[in-house]
């Protein structure tokens, strides 16, 4: 994103945006495939599914300190967090009058959860039945909104920060982005609340909403030579 002496933001050129709507569309074709498996109860899906779950789960007897981690550890996936973490890029889009920018985090950042809970409720899966987790939740569970929520954030993130970073910085931040939505992930299957393919579903989500909403609002960086 680059930002012009006014402050607005640059729009990128339309031939830049086939690498971005291919992202889209690879994203949206996940949620979708995922969700037929979900709705058809298909068998290899369901099969995958039961085994990474058991595989991954801590256990219905872990310890009350191991609990607490996990639940420290999949914080970011919440909503509070996002909007908490959104607080001060706001103020500083704002200060920068970078009104479009601003309009687009706000999208962005809060209705992948509406879209998730939407979702939610027309896939109808019911969570994993592990007595200390999904059988403890009332909510349904395909999309994760945690892994959502985590992809958009980190995403949100990259593409306001990509302009100003140096190709080494880009990287160190992508690696560390990934590493935390893939955390994330783990944690909703290490407390037994979701399936592989509730997580997987919600990081394509995610990724393809912010993105999707990055083009529309017309906020994605530009190619910077030499960075």
Excluded: N
Aim: positive net charge; glycine residues 12%; contains cysteine.
């Amino acid at each position: 994103m680059s930002v012009p002496p006014d402050g607005g933001t640059t729009v990128a050129p339309p031939r830049a945006l086939a690498g971005p709507l291919s992202v889209v569309a690879a994203c949206a074709a996940v949620v979708a495939l995922l969700g037929l498996g979900v709705r058809t109860g298909a068998a290899w899906q369901l099969d995958v599914d039961t085994r990474a779950s058991e595989a991954l789960y801590a256990g219905d007897d872990r310890s009350r300190w191991l609990d607490v981690l996990l639940e420290v550890l999949t914080a970011p996936g919440l909503s509070v967090v996002r909007y908490l973490v959104a607080v001060p890029v706001l103020i500083w889009l704002a200060r920068r009058r970078d009104w479009r920018a601003l309009v687009w985090v706000v999208v962005a950042a809060v209705f992948v959860r509406h879209l998730t809970s939407f979702l939610k409720e027309f896939f109808g899966r019911v969570r994993p039945p592990f007595e200390e987790g999904g059988a403890g939740y009332d909510s349904l569970s395909f999309p994760s909104g945690h892994s959502s929520g985590v992809a958009a954030l980190v995403a949100i993130g990259l593409v306001l920060a990509w302009p100003r970073l140096s190709a080494p910085g880009r990287r160190l931040w992508g690696a560390l982005g990934a590493l935390l939505v893939l955390l994330v992930g783990l944690t909703r299957m290490w407390l037994g609340v979701h399936y592989l393919s509730d997580v997987v579903g919600g990081w394509a989500l995610g990724l393809g909403w912010t993105l999707l909403t990055a083009v529309v609002f017309g906020v994605l960086p530009r190619r910077e030579p030499g960075r």
